[in-house]
Every structure is written in structure tokens, then in C-alpha cells.
């Protein structure tokens, strides 16, 4: 990854910028203050994509390139949302407003990523490879929910009946029945508990480490408990 380290930086900076600049205008488009509406998705956005485009720079690991991604990913649902309001809900003709319904559950994907960010800190790797099969559980669950997700949207689209709430999510699908809502909550419990793995993992690493590893260690679990708190 090194060798395009430079080039995939250069790319996916732009492109961060590019998604954090829309957030303002497309919030005022549907009538919502930026900073009451998107201000979480900002305050954890720019810092993930600085970050990353620096940690691509200098050292063309996989923590860089997944932190670009977070921060793309979950403005660039923020971005969909408002778009979405604006069409649906205020009734502006804007044009690919069905296409813009698959862009808003990429907060799915983004949410996804912290995880990993924790699980692959500091080198971009798997610690061993007794982790593949963990790692192979929780990517699977979480594409189970965004195709889910997709499905949805897909219904929406076909039965020409697409409905958003104030955060741009679509509303007119019809939900689950009680067993399958059974199932998607359990299914995110595990995925709770995967992501709680990984956490425990660099804890006990932690308590193992010493100087700049100990030190490094501190700062991911101050930042992951910082996104943890502003997600929530």
C-alpha cells in the first residue's frame, strides 16, 4: 500500500473536503442548522479525516485509509440526509432523489469501520490469525443490515412511495414483524459484543505495553471513547 500511499491520500482528502463543504450548504437547502443538525458528524468527521490523510502520508498504512473512509462515509450520509429532506420533505425538484437514498445508510458502513480502526491500531493488521474468523462474523453481520437497509430503500423506490423523517431516514418502508426484529436486535447485540472484543483486546495490550506503545494506546482509547459518546 505504500508505494500509492501518497496518490490514495491525495484522493480521498479531496474527497473528504469536498463532502465536508457540502454539509453547509445542503443543511441551509433544507432549512436546518448546520451545527445543530450535523455538528456531531463535523466534529467527528474533519479530525478522522485529517488523521487519516496524515497517517496515509507518512506511514501508508490501513488505519489511515480506514479513517479517511469513516470520516467520508458518515458526512457523506449526513450530506444524503439533508439532500433527501430538501426533496422529500420540503418538495424542491432536485434530480437522482432515488439514487440518494442508497447514499444515506452509508453511516451503516461508517459505524462499521470504528471497530476496526481499534481491532487493526496501530499497524493495519490482524494481531494473529485466530481473529480471521471473528473479523469474518462481524463483516457479514453488519452487510446482513445494510442490505437490509437497501432492501428497504429498493421497496420505497418500486412502490413509488418515499417518505423521510427530519434526518433524511426513510420511513414509509414496512418494518419488520416481531421475529424479525427479534433477530436484527440480537444480531446487533453480537455485533456489540464483537466490537467490545476488539476494544478488550488493546486493553489488555495496553496493560501489557510500555513508552510509545503505551502512549499510543492511551490516545486510541481517549478517541474511541470520544466517538463513542458523540455517536451515541
Not at 491520500?9 to 443543511?27: D, E, M, N, Q, S
Not at 470504528?114 to 463483516?139: K, S
Not at 428497504?152 to 426484529?181: E, K, P, Q, Y
Amino acid at each position: 500500500m505504500k508505494g500509492v500511499s501518497r496518490l490514495t491520500a491525495l484522493a480521498l482528502g479531496v474527497l473528504a473536503l469536498a463532502v465536508i463543504t457540502a454539509v453547509i450548504p445542503l443543511a441551509v437547502l433544507a432549512r436546518q442548522n448546520p451545527l445543530a443538525s450535523a455538528g456531531t458528524g463535523l466534529a467527528l468527521g474533519v479530525p478522522f479525516a485529517a488523521v487519516g490523510v496524515v497517517v496515509l502520508r507518512r506511514q501508508g498504512n490501513l488505519i489511515g485509509a480506514l479513517s479517511l473512509a469513516f470520516a467520508v462515509m458518515f458526512l457523506l450520509s449526513i450530506d444524503a440526509g439533508f439532500y433527501l429532506v430538501a426533496r422529500y420533505r420540503l418538495g424542491r425538484q432536485l434530480p437522482l432523489g432515488p439514487a440518494v437514498l442508497f447514499v444515506q445508510p452509508l453511516w451503516e458502513v461508517a459505524l462499521a469501520i470504528l471497530p476496526l480502526i481499534v481491532l487493526l491500531f496501530p499497524a493495519g493488521r490482524l494481531p494473529t490469525r485466530r481473529w480471521r474468523p471473528v473479523l469474518v462474523l462481524y463483516a457479514a453481520l453488519w452487510a446482513l443490515f445494510l442490505a437490509t437497509s437497501y432492501v428497504r430503500a429498493a421497496g420505497a423506490v418500486a412502490g413509488h412511495d418515499i417518505r423521510v423523517d427530519t434526518g433524511g431516514d426513510l420511513t414509509s418502508a414496512a418494518h419488520g414483524t416481531g421475529s424479525t426484529d427479534r433477530v436484527a436486535a440480537a444480531g446487533f447485540l453480537l455485533l456489540v459484543l464483537l466490537a467490545l472484543s476488539f476494544a478488550g483486546r488493546q486493553l489488555l495490550s495496553w496493560r501489557r505495553s510500555h513508552g510509545e506503545r503505551r502512549q499510543q494506546l492511551k490516545w486510541l482509547v481517549s478517541g474511541g471513547a470520544f466517538s463513542v459518546v458523540a455517536v451515541a
